[in-house]
């Protein structure tokens, strides 16, 4: 297949470009600079400028572009930049697809904070979005940037993805360093669901997706367990041989992580359902296995 990826130099980009060509698909990057080869392609989207002939001549269109979620919580500009790089990159991808005589599937990211807090309830793609928490409302002027691609007929699959856990990488690259020091400790009460998934996981569901031409929505990229805060640092503490006894109080968070404090104290007790329908076997379905892989 002929893969346009937008993002592809991060992290997430990077390792699943390279899944992707070990398996003989065509990759293309969206590159913000003058291309260094045939397999990249300049493009702005702040000016609304991209090839519409690499689009057009693309199987399935990937973005995964979006500045880092990690930063200033308490900063405007980090707020805005979190939201425009998402919603801007999508929108603009979305009308391209859309306006090609034969519309690309569409793979957009998103992000699992699009539920907001369910408590303990499970949470399935079927189920609706509550509270105004900040990345809930970037998740859905970020699903609503796709819309072009969905009026088109495109095959659009939004990927709801949970905090991706690999040893190299936010946010378990700064977590490890952590507790080995001593600083593990669970965040409140610890007993607020963490959705999350291994890296292997989220490249095998991704790709699993764009090869999967019949498949189309939502899909949640989190391990079909999903464990509480204080299973997690339990686990994570155990793995690392070291002790985890401290808590941070709840107040202290809200302090501490500003605009992101619902998502460090809200809970979503997340479910891979539609992609378990669509047929996709996890490689990590558990918090053990998903650090197992994460810290190998």
Same mark, same amino acid.
Not at 243 to 271: H, I, Q, T
């Given at each position: ?33 003058? @291309? ?36 200033? @919580? ?12 998402? !919603?801007?990159?999508?929108? &603009? ?11 690309? +599937? ?16 499970? !949470?399935?793609?079927? #189920? ?15 699903? +609503? ?13 939004? &990927?709801?993805? +949970? ?31 963490? @959705? ?36 997690? #640092? ?16 709840? @107040? ?45």
């Amino acid at each position: 297949m002929r893969v346009v990826i937008a993002g592809a130099s991060g992290f997430l980009g990077t390792h699943l470009s390279d899944h992707l060509r070990t398996h003989g698909h065509d990759v293309t990057a969206l590159v913000r600079r003058e @291309p260094g080869s045939a397999h990249e392609s300049r493009w702005d989207p702040a000016a609304g400028r991209i090839d519409a002939g690499v689009i057009e001549s693309a199987d399935a269109v990937v973005n995964l572009a979006g500045a880092p979620i990690a930063g200033n @919580p308490h900063s405007r500009k980090w707020a805005e930049e979190v939201l425009e790089s998402r !919603v801007s990159t999508t929108r &603009l991808l979305a009308e391209t697809v859309a306006a090609s005589d034969r519309p690309a +599937a569409f793979v957009a990211g998103n992000g699992i904070a699009w539920y907001g807090d369910h408590g303990a309830s499970p !949470v399935t793609e079927d #189920t609706p979005s509550t509270g105004s928490a900040f990345l809930t409302r970037v998740s859905h002027e970020w699903s +609503a940037a796709a819309d072009p691609a969905r009026k088109a007929g495109a095959r659009v699959c939004e &990927l709801r993805t +949970a905090p991706v856990m690999d040893r190299t990488s936010p946010p378990l690259k700064q977590l490890r360093l952590l507790f080995q020091v001593g600083g593990g400790a669970r965040l409140g009460s610890g007993e607020q669901f963490m @959705p999350m998934i291994s890296l292997r996981d989220w490249v095998g569901a991704v790709s699993y997706l764009i090869e999967s031409r019949d498949v189309f929505g939502a899909f949640n990229l989190c391990c079909p367990q999903t464990p509480t805060n204080a299973e997690f #640092t339990r686990t994570l503490a155990a793995a690392l041989h070291r002790k985890a006894f401290l808590a941070v109080p709840a @107040p202290l968070m809200r302090v501490a992580a500003g605009d992101l404090a619902p998502e460090v104290l809200g809970s979503v007790n997340a479910r891979p359902a539609a992609l378990e329908r669509a047929g996709y076997d996890f490689e990590d379905e558990d918090v053990r296995e998903v650090l197992a892989a994460a810290l190998s």
